[in-house]
């Protein structure tokens, strides 16, 4: 059986009615471990934009990846959400933990490579967030990229899950 894992944002979002995996979970019958990222980090009390800072510039991802790990027994499709997405590619180049990866908003994926990506690779960003990779990252790092009309970063939290869960279902090949 299919097991999904999901890793949330750094404010642990989104919430369930917003959550892909759990929506798909629901959908396809499959099991869903859902990892809070602060907690993964180590730091669940701390403020969001502490906790970005922690994470990416004083080596809270790489412990928050090793937790990951550690916790993942079976195969699994992840979906991570922005700094979540990020620790769990971390992850997986380290122990191949994901059979797949799709990224929701991960923009500090612009600074890993395609060493990161050995498994098929999608990210979503919204049209309108300022701070996804360049184009040619995409290319670069073998990940395929689609982007979210009219939306900004926090799409994921904007929109019914339903409205972009066929991209997904369609990339992990699920089927009814």
Known sequence: MTALVSISDIHNGPDMDHCLAGFLAAKYNLSHKRFSLPELAGKPDLPAEELHQTLFEGGAAIDAAER??????????LVGYSAGG???AMA????QIFEAQLFVSSTRLRHLTASHFKVPSLCL????????PKPDWHKEAQVERYEVAEYGH????ELPVESWAPLAEQFFELQG
Do not use: R
């Open 68 to 77: 990951l790990i550690a916790q993942i027994d079976v195969p699994s499709l």
């Open 86 to 88: 990020t620790v769990g």
């Open 92 to 95: 997986n180049s380290v122990v």
């Open 125 to 132: 960003f919204g049209q309108h967030d300022d701070y996804q």
């Open 154 to 157: 926090d799409f994921y939290k």
